[in-house]
């Protein structure tokens, strides 16, 4: 499927895996990056060495285009801005922040840049601080969300801009991608889909969650804290949930409980004390297969719709 985004880049399929904390490594990357999406690996906190040879692993694993997505809050983020033009990383996904800074030294690298946004007004700061493309992020995405949904959000975003406009949020089969270029859009960004890839290395616990969810069984937690995170529904995100509400957690207690969590469900599988990140469409998610059927299964449907 051709579309402005994978004449930008360089692939087959106009779609990016999410850049999800602890969980999109090398081996998820490279695994997408090979079958025609752009995978991308999450910088998040993590140390920069760590960062650095995820970054030659994937290499080492396809020679395809794959991205970093570095979250702007973090407190190595300058590093990780130095480290995707040391070690030339085609793409960079942003997220939580305004990537103005770096903006003229990735551009002088030849580093395509594509900011996630909630909100038309960042959508529109981002093209004029020199954005090759922008992700609209709806709040049926996992992690930290905005509150405007995909369907709102995508189509307003395409308005205001004109460069190449990426939904994400709620997106898990051809459905999701034939609506998405429906609504405006060049390309989608997948990032619950792919916690059922058979190259996700989350423990099997967390791969069970998601394929075990039903459609209620998403919750956002942390509205209070001013960082909201939806996540599936377990008896820890119930306990957040009912402390927010009622108030016997205060915002500081609940970011002490919340501290280490998502390390905790994804190398840990610890449902007692883990936040299982996931976007509201889990329920429709019902097998682990490769990154690469996911992706054909989607765009074969895609097309067929589209072609109606």
């Given at each position: 499927?051709?579309?402005?985004?994978?004449?930008?880049?360089?692939?087959?399929?106009?779609?990016?895996?999410?850049?999800?904390?602890?969980?999109?490594?090398?081996?998820?990357?490279?695994?997408?990056?090979?079958?025609?999406?752009?995978?991308?690996?999450?910088?998040?906190?993590?140390?920069?060495?760590?960062?650095?040879?995820?970054?030659?692993?994937?290499?080492?694993?396809?020679?395809?285009?794959?991205?970093?997505?570095?979250?702007?809050?973090?407190?190595?983020?300058e590093?990780?801005?130095?480290?995707?033009?040391?070690?030339?990383?085609?793409?960079?996904?942003?997220?939580?922040?305004?990537?103005?800074?770096?903006?003229?030294?990735?551009?002088e690298?030849?580093?395509?840049?594509?900011?996630?946004?909630?909100?038309?007004?960042?959508?529109?700061?981002?093209?004029?601080?020199?954005?090759?493309?922008?992700?609209?992020?709806?709040?049926?995405?996992?992690?930290?969300?905005?509150?405007?949904?995909?369907?709102?959000?995508?189509?307003?975003?395409?308005?205001?801009?004109?460069?190449?406009v990426?939904?994400?949020?709620?997106?898990?089969?051809?459905?999701?991608?034939?609506?998405?270029?429906?609504?405006?859009?060049?390309?989608?960004?997948?990032?619950t889909?792919?916690?059922?890839?058979?190259?996700?290395?989350?423990?099997?616990?967390?791969?069970?969650?998601?394929?075990?969810?039903?459609?209620?069984?998403?919750?956002?937690?942390?509205r209070?804290?001013?960082?909201?995170?939806?996540?599936?529904?377990?008896?820890?995100?119930?306990?957040?949930?009912?402390?927010?509400?009622?108030?016997?957690?205060?915002?500081?207690?609940?970011?002490q409980?919340?501290?280490?969590?998502?390390?905790?469900?994804?190398?840990?599988?610890?449902?007692?004390?883990?936040?299982?990140?996931?976007?509201?469409?889990?329920?429709?998610?019902?097998?682990?297969?490769?990154?690469?059927?996911?992706?054909?299964?989607?765009?074969?449907?895609?097309?067929?719709?589209?072609?109606?």
């Amino acid at each position: 499927m051709k579309s402005a985004i994978t004449e930008l880049l360089g692939i087959q399929y106009p779609i990016f895996q999410g850049g999800m904390a602890w969980i999109a490594e090398s081996t998820l990357a490279a695994a997408v990056s090979n079958a025609g999406g752009l995978g991308i690996i999450a910088g998040g906190s993590a140390p920069i060495d760590y960062l650095r040879e995820q970054i030659r692993r994937c290499k080492s694993l396809t020679d395809k285009p794959f991205g970093v997505n570095i979250m702007l809050m973090s407190p190595n983020a300058e590093e990780l801005a130095q480290l995707v033009i040391d070690e030339k990383v085609p793409v960079v996904t942003t997220g939580a922040g305004n990537p103005g800074k770096f903006m003229a030294a990735w551009k002088e690298a030849g580093v395509k840049v594509v900011p996630v946004v909630p909100s038309v007004a960042l959508a529109v700061r981002m093209e004029r601080a020199g954005a090759d493309a922008v992700i609209a992020e709806g709040t049926e995405s996992g992690g930290h969300i905005g509150e405007n949904t995909t369907m709102c959000l995508v189509p307003q975003v395409v308005d205001a801009v004109n460069i190449p406009v990426i939904a994400a949020g709620g997106i898990a089969d051809g459905r999701g991608v034939a609506a998405s270029f429906m609504l405006g859009a060049q390309g989608v960004q997948v990032g619950t889909r792919f916690l059922a890839a058979e190259e996700c290395q989350i423990h099997p616990t967390y791969k069970e969650l998601v394929v075990k969810a039903k459609d209620t069984d998403s919750v956002v937690t942390g509205r209070y804290t001013g960082h909201p995170c939806r996540n599936v529904r377990t008896k820890f995100t119930k306990k957040l949930a009912s402390g927010e509400r009622d108030g016997s957690l205060t915002p500081d207690e609940f970011e002490q409980l919340t501290l280490g969590s998502l390390r905790k469900a994804v190398q840990d599988g610890n449902l007692e004390e883990g936040s299982f990140l996931c976007g509201a469409i889990a329920g429709m998610i019902k097998d682990v297969k490769p990154a690469k059927d996911i992706i054909t299964e989607m765009f074969a449907q895609a097309d067929k719709l589209l072609g109606k």
